[in-house]
């Protein structure tokens, strides 16, 4: 590989698409955001409530979800691998293997405790900010603080 293509990987990833999109291009991703959010408030899955009843072991639901995301992501995986799909705009999937670290773990039960002192994931503290929980934007502002910390310092983590 030239330094170039090097650079294209190590600043955007092995699965960084190479054809750029114009801003409006990009609104739908932004219509599927807000799909997905609708979707994340109408089934209960950005509520505190729900995450503290799974983190008390008192309710199967938000197991349920998660579950059936994984199930999801197995299922769609293997369908990548075996029909070799392509993106949208017909370039190659690349699923690059894994290797375990026990970094890992620290980082999940960071993760994990962080998640149930919260009540917030990622994933859906935007919906919860759009509902009107303006206080996880406090939330919202330790994760990027967190994750400007984890790449200040990954280099001097375990490995």
């Not at 990009?26 to 609708?38: A, P, Q």
């Not at 505190?48 to 072991?57: A, D, K, P, T, V």
Request: charged letters at 15%; proline letters at 3%.
């Amino acid at each position: 590989m030239n330094s170039l293509e090097n650079k294209n990987i190590d600043s955007e990833g092995i699965n960084a698409s190479q054809k750029k999109e114009t801003g409006l291009a990009n609104i739908k991703y932004l219509i599927v955001g807000i799909f997905f959010g609708i979707v994340f408030v109408k089934a209960e899955i950005i509520s505190w409530f729900r995450i503290q009843e799974m983190f008390n072991l008192q309710s199967f639901f938000m197991y349920g979800v998660i579950g059936s995301a994984v199930a999801v992501g197995v299922v769609s995986v293997f369908l990548i691998k075996k029909f070799n799909i392509k993106t949208l705009q017909g370039e190659k999937i690349e699923i690059q293997p894994k290797t375990f670290s026990k970094g890992q773990i620290y980082g999940g039960l960071l993760f994990g405790f962080g998640w149930a002192i919260t009540g917030a994931c990622p994933g859906p503290l935007f919906a919860q900010i759009g509902t009107g929980a303006t206080v996880i934007v406090v939330t919202l502002v330790s994760a990027i603080a967190g994750t400007w910390f984890y790449g200040l310092i990954k280099d001097k983590l375990p490995h």
